[in-house]
């Protein structure tokens, strides 16, 4: 019996031992994404800034003769940094949810997509550029398995058109003050939506042949 339970206590000690050093590695991992996902988001700082600058320099330059062609160009191949950015970051989100510390850090680079989409929209208005803004709105919270399908189908449809589609991912459940403003002035009130160059809404799930009639790339 003494024998017996000396195993006992032995196995015990070990089991334990192995689930606490799974634990601490199971943390380290987590917090080592987390700081993964910190420096994505510190990088965008300057994307950010660089964004607004844009902003006003479409302002201050718009009625110059040679503004357009150089702007519209250097807006495609801004849309297509943020696009890889967003690519990484939702890829680290997919294999670890977003620590509470880590929501403010996105709200940031969820401004960044907002300014990129009014500048997108200023330089079509201006220089009529001819290509497609297309929003997603979607829920950072409570994602639905209909979101999931649909951020599939978007990402093979923006591979299809590459810059030539301004493809905008917008959390609707963020407290964000300018996508509520957004969201009442198209009475955007379920998730997935769509908004297709400010003028098309479409809810719920849509397939890529729905998207190619009102998409130009």
């Known amino acids: 019996m003494v024998v017996q339970s000396d195993v006992f206590w032995k196995a015990f000690v070990l089991t334990l031992v192995i689930f606490v050093l799974g634990m601490l590695v199971g943390f380290w991992i987590d917090n080592g994404r987390v700081e993964e996902i910190r420096a994505e988001y510190k990088g965008m700082e300057i994307s950010s800034n660089d964004a607004r600058l844009q902003a006003l320099y ?3 330059f718009r009625n110059s003769s040679n503004f357009c062609e150089p702007a519209i160009q250097e807006n495609l191949v801004f849309s297509e940094k943020v696009y890889s950015e967003g690519v990484r970051i939702e890829r680290y989100e997919k294999i670890n949810k977003l620590a509470p510390s880590l929501v403010t850090d996105k709200r940031r680079y969820i ?3 907002l300014q990129f989409w009014f500048n997108s929209i200023e330089l079509k208005r201006t220089c009529k550029a001819n290509y497609t803004n ?3 709105f979607y829920s950072h919270y409570n994602t639905t398995m209909p979101e999931h399908v649909q951020s599939k189908v978007l990402q093979e449809v923006k591979e299809s058109c590459g810059p030539n ?7 609707v459940d963020l407290n964000i003050t300018t996508i509520d403003i957004i969201k009442k002035q198209y009475n955007i009130t379920l998730t997935p939506t769509l908004l297709i160059n400010e003028e098309v809404k479409l809810e719920g799930l849509h397939g890529k042949d729905e ?3 009102h998409i130009i790339c």
């Open 134 to 136: 297309l929003v997603y």
């Open 111 to 113: 401004l960044l997509k």
């Open 165 to 171: 589609l301004m493809l905008i991912p917008l959390p």
């Open 211 to 213: 998207l190619w009639r």
């Open 58 to 60: 479409y302002q201050v």
